[in-house]
């Protein structure tokens, strides 16, 4: 029995158990109003959007680290797809997402390694920095994405393109040195450190990946959503948390060894949860609410604890 639960079979069907248990609790009580097959398909819209960006950051939580930029980085990268898009028409829009992301997450992965401090520091202070540097880029005036760019906010485009990222970040993941030195890094530091593992080299290529996922939701993100304003005051955190979901999904069953299955579920199943209370006649805000308690449910059930630490 102990090893039929370890296996790869049983956690796909813990997945699928779960996202048929939050559609079917939601679908008893508004049978009308909640999880046609439209809808189904417009839940699904939404999650790929943060899954994107929970595959990327995987890369980092894996290793213990964090990012609180990335909700500045999103809108930023938003901004100069709108622009560019003026310009270059969709080569500009997707081309200048991804590299806006690329650039500020390297730069994020290199400031973490020379100053030697904590990641969540850090990344909080550059995202002061990179909210401020997307309101003087659009003085303060909303960035409306032209009509004539908006196919990859819909099917089919925004599901190749999710798509095509989850294949990209599974593949990094299970064959190539960064995924299994990022696991690595996680498990123990120091023992990677002693096994010759360049420890600050995977970490900058943990973040640079980040950015390059980071740039693909963005993508996706003003595609479907077709504007973007910059503001300062770190409004942009609310971005953070929905795409970190999906990573706390991927982390709990990556001992199944599908962690972008799982983030990719995770986030449907937290789509379908907003959409759910929205259904029940709970207020937009209710968003807000859900995300914290699954936030902490997951990182509760995620997170080793050891009897006695002091927690940081």
């Known amino acids: 029995m102990q090893k039929l639960r ?48 929970g595959c990327g950051f995987y890369f980092i939580v894996v290793m213990g680290l964090f990012d609180f930029s990335v909700g500045s980085i999103i809108v930023m990268s938003c901004v100069m797809a709108v622009t560019f898009s003026e310009h270059f028409g969709y080569v500009g829009l997707v081309l200048a997402p991804i590299l806006t992301g690329l650039l500020l997450q390297l730069i ?26 997307a309101v003087v880029a659009t003085g303060s005036v909303e960035k409306i994405l032209s009509k004539d760019f908006r196919a990859f906010g819909k099917y089919p485009l925004n599901l190749i393109v999710a798509v095509a990222a989850f294949f990209i970040c599974g593949f ?24 010759g593992i360049n420890v600050d080299k995977y970490k900058v290529l943990g973040f640079v990946l980040f950015g ?27 971005r953070n948390f929905q795409p970190l979901m999906g990573t706390f999904f991927g982390l709990a069953f990556r001992k199944y060894g599908h962690p972008v299955m799982a983030i990719v579920a995770g986030e449907y199943i937290v789509s379908m949860i907003f959409a759910g209370f929205v259904a029940l006649g709970a207020p937009t805000t209710i968003n807000n609410v859900v995300t914290g308690i699954v936030l902490l449910v997951v990182v509760a059930l995620t997170t080793k604890r050891v009897k006695g630490a002091v927690v940081k």
């Open 6 to 53: 370890s296996g790869s079979a049983y956690g796909v069907l813990l997945m699928a158990v779960m996202l048929v248990a939050v559609w079917g609790v939601f679908k008893i009580l508004r049978p009308s109003t909640f999880g046609t097959p439209t809808q189904m398909l417009s839940y699904l819209r939404d999650a790929l959007i943060y899954a994107v960006g």
């Open 108 to 133: 994020n992965g290199l400031l973490y390694i020379k100053l030697r401090i904590p990641s969540m520091i850090v990344t909080t202070g550059m995202a002061l920095i990179y909210e401020a540097l």
């Open 172 to 195: 990094i993941l299970k064959y190539t040195r960064v995924g299994t030195y990022a696991t690595a890094i996680g498990s123990n530091e120091a023992v990677a450190r002693n096994m």
């Open 212 to 238: 390059f996922f980071l740039g693909v939701e963005a993508l996706l993100s003003i595609s479907y959503g077709t504007s973007m304003t910059a503001k300062t005051g770190m409004v942009s955190m609310s």
